[in-house]
């Protein structure tokens, strides 16, 4: 299985919370791709996107992502559907995609940081190991699996 440009998955969540009247913020963004890269790991054994993942301040982030959508600030990220294009994204991973996206879209993004934040988590690892900014890999995020987190 090739992996996914991270900004394609959020480009498809920014859509289907604009067809589900669902505002998403770039902070909530960022905590759900954690959450879409952890599952995919969990179930695959490997991320459902190639792109860096690190430990800032506020939990994991995708810098690409971030950046992409960091004109938004704090503001709901919106799709305008004239000039971006859905991409193409597999049937089983738009499955874990949406199953995620449905647990976690209703959630505060503060009580997302918190998830992210859980003790001894991939997150929290590398922070107390190495401070912000470094990146946490599949292999952190497979630890933190195997710890029952």
């Given at each position: 299985m090739e992996k996914y440009n991270a900004i394609n998955i959020a480009k498809?969540?920014?859509?289907?919370?604009?067809?589900?009247n669902k505002n998403i913020t770039n902070l909530q963004m960022q905590k759900i791709l954690f959450f879409i890269q952890k599952e995919n790991i969990k179930k695959m054994g490997t991320g459902l996107f190639y792109n860096?993942?690190?430990?800032?301040?506020y939990?994991?982030?995708?810098p690409d992502v971030y950046y992409e959508y960091s004109g938004f600030?704090?503001?709901p990220i919106e799709f305008y559907d004239?000039?971006?294009?859905v991409p193409n994204i597999e049937i089983n991973d738009k499955a874990l995609i949406?199953?995620?996206?449905n647990v976690k879209i209703d959630k505060s993004p503060w009580n997302l940081v918190d998830e992210t934040h859980v003790k001894n988590g991939a997150w929290d690892y590398v922070t107390?190991?190495?401070g912000y900014n470094f990146p946490i890999s599949e292999s952190d995020i497979q630890n933190e699996i195997d710890k029952g987190l």
């Open positions: 498809y969540i920014v859509k289907k919370c604009d067809d589900f860096r993942m690190e430990a800032w301040k939990g994991p982030v995708v600030g704090a503001l004239f000039f971006e294009e949406d199953n995620v996206l107390t190991n190495y």
